[in-house]
């Protein structure tokens, strides 16, 4: 029986049958990996508690005939507890999205290390983090998996004229997923998202930046929002099969955590 060994995060875990289940992971060395644990005499609950998702642990994998097999796992180093409602609300957005884009067997340590980076950011959450916040930084997380996988918008040049556009606004064009200058706006006819310029740099920053430097942005609310609604027009040019859950999800997630108990 051949083996495999890597330092995972684990995407997600679902029971199938009574004493079963199934991880979702992603391998710094071997990218997104499917591995059964069977029964619990098979994995120690010792071992089981180290797979909780948004963990990382260093885990051997039997290969088998119809599925994979876990055969250890051990706590990896980079583990960080969550103490809001809002980290497991990204975590689970950006999983869900993870799992609709990656495909088994492309290895991309980038991504890795994105989920490295990204779990040390969820771990200095507040509980009082607003929902506003949290998108922006599930945005900038989906940003920067876009681009690593080449669905990332092209903002260098207007789609329409070429020329490089200015320091005003801009317009977001959904359907090219580039931009229009303010001189072609007036001959392009499809639908256009109107672009400040303050949004457009924080947009280029959330693409470029690392997520600690991110958390420390200040900005207006309705840029931020700007900002968001472009990242989920960007999502359309990826191939999902629906809207990434976490625009919607995350804010309700939060929202309900904090509202105060009435009754
Ligand atoms: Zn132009």
Not at 8 to 23: G, H, P
Not at 78 to 88: C, D, E, L, P, S
Request: hydrophobic share 45%; net charge positive.
């Amino acid at each position: 029986m051949s083996y495999i060994r890597d330092q995972v995060v684990v995407l997600k875990k679902m029971s199938i049958r009574e004493w079963d289940r199934q991880y979702f992971l992603y391998g710094k060395e071997h990218g997104l990996l499917y591995a059964v644990a069977r029964g619990a005499m098979k994995l120690s609950a010792k071992q089981a508690s180290q797979l909780e998702p948004f963990t990382f642990a260093d885990v051997m994998i039997a290969k088998g005939r119809a599925y994979d097999h876990l055969a250890v796992a051990v706590r990896g180093k980079a583990n960080k507890r969550f103490n809001a409602v809002g980290a497991y609300a990204v975590a689970g957005a950006f999983s869900d999205l993870c799992l609709k884009l990656l495909k088994p067997g492309v290895a991309d340590e980038r991504i890795y290390r994105l989920w490295e980076e990204l779990a040390g950011i969820l771990a200095q959450f507040k509980v009082e983090i607003s929902p506003v916040r949290a998108q922006m930084v599930f945005s900038a997380v989906s940003l920067r998996l876009l681009d690593l996988l080449g669905y990332g918008p092209y903002f260098r040049a207007c789609a329409h004229c070429g020329q490089v556009t200015g320091p005003t606004e801009v317009y977001y064009a959904p359907d090219r997923n580039g931009l229009i200058c303010v001189d072609c706006r007036p001959s392009v006819t499809e639908a256009l998202i109107r672009v400040p310029a303050h949004a457009m740099n924080l947009m280029q920053f959330l693409r470029s930046a690392s997520l600690t430097d991110v958390m420390r942005v200040t900005a207006q609310v309705d840029l931020i929002e700007t900002v968001i609604v472009m990242t989920r027009e960007i999502c359309k040019h990826a191939p999902l099969d629906r809207e990434p859950h976490g625009f919607r999800s995350i804010a309700e997630l939060i929202t309900n955590h904090q509202a105060p108990i009435t009754n």
